[in-house]
């Protein structure tokens, strides 16, 4: 039901991202897209939402909450004051980044659904899965609003069941 919240997405914008945040500002339209990504899944496969920082939070919360499910954040790297487990990546715009998550924050096999709102090259993504993975959790999906078309996306594409809004 896409069209129901896809045309609230800023397309005018600077640079090559769009604002997605008129979505999550419409509380109708917030809610079918996470309603989408929840029934397009089996949340009795699913043990964990993982977020990536910082608009998969919003996205995964919400998604968590409605299929009642824990929410587990992935950092952007060096903001948790705890021991954690971190990858290095080059995101969309050519800098070298790196995300982080809490040393046991993922119970050993447990089933995760990642979330992110858009993603790009694809490789934010493989850093998430690489920090669940070192973690002993498995990739029983990924949602977005939007996944972009390269070889990086097309490897999630091959490999894990992926919900796209567009």
């Not at 948790?80 to 980044?97: A, I, M, W």
Request: with cysteine; charged share 25%; glycine share 8%.
């Amino acid at each position: 039901m896409s069209e129901k919240y896809l045309h609230l997405i800023d397309t005018n914008t600077k640079g090559n991202r769009y604002d997605i945040t008129p979505l999550f500002a419409d509380y109708d339209a917030f809610s079918a897209l996470v309603d989408d990504i929840v029934f397009a899944f089996d949340f009795d496969e699913i043990d964990f939402v993982a977020g990536i920082d910082a608009l998969g939070f919003i996205l995964g919360a919400a998604v968590a909450i409605c299929a009642k499910k824990g929410f587990v954040p992935i950092r952007k790297g060096g903001k948790l004051p705890v021991e954690t487990r971190s990858v290095e990546f080059v995101d969309y715009s050519g800098v070298q980044k790196s995300l982080e998550i809490r040393v046991g924050a993922i119970p050993l096999g447990a089933k995760m659904l990642i979330v992110d709102e858009w993603i790009e090259t694809g490789t934010q993504v493989h850093a998430a899965i690489e920090l669940v993975k070192s973690q002993q959790g498995k990739i029983a999906g990924i949602a977005t609003i939007s996944m972009d078309n390269n070889e990086s996306t097309e490897i999630l594409k091959e490999k894990y069941k992926i919900f796209q809004a567009r």
